[in-house]
């Protein structure tokens, strides 16, 4: 069955994966923050993910930022996310165009929103879980809003 994106149920699902495979995340260390992915177009979306040590404990869709509290916030547009979910799809992982480093760093095409600079600090701190987090994707049916 094909899974919306972007949806909450998407993130949802990434969410449950991860819960149901601690030693996955275990190996790669705590993660304790409050990101967004902001999904840019027509119809923009933004969900708030909460990591708690090694799960994602909560998963929602937001109409603002506004008292969210997040330490940052990815953002791209919603074909950037289909072709990195798309590199992901291909071989379990993404194509080294298509981290969430290489897309954040390598000409901007992902941005990195935060206030303060410890939320820009986190991002780096707990990128491996982040990219694992969305590399389990890999083998979802995904339908491209």
């Known amino acids: 069955m094909a899974i919306k994106f972007p949806s909450l149920e998407f993130f949802q699902e990434l969410a449950r994966r991860m819960n149901a495979n601690p030693a996955a995340f275990e190996k790669l260390g705590f993660c304790d923050t409050v990101m967004g992915m902001r999904v840019l177009g027509k119809n923009p979306h933004l969900y708030s993910l909460t990591f708690d040590v090694f799960e994602c404990s909560d998963v929602r869709e937001l109409s603002s930022p506004e008292g969210a509290g997040f330490d940052f916030v990815l953002e791209a547009p919603l074909a950037l996310w289909k072709e990195m979910f798309e590199s992901i799809q291909k071989t379990g992982h ?18 990195v929103v935060y206030d303060e600079p410890e939320g820009h600090d986190k991002f780096y701190r707990f990128m491996a879980t982040i990219q694992a987090f969305v590399d389990q994707a890999a083998d979802l049916d995904i339908e491209w809003a």
């Open 94 to 111: 993404p194509a080294p165009a298509y981290t969430l480093n290489s897309l954040s760093h390598v000409g901007d095409r992902m941005k």
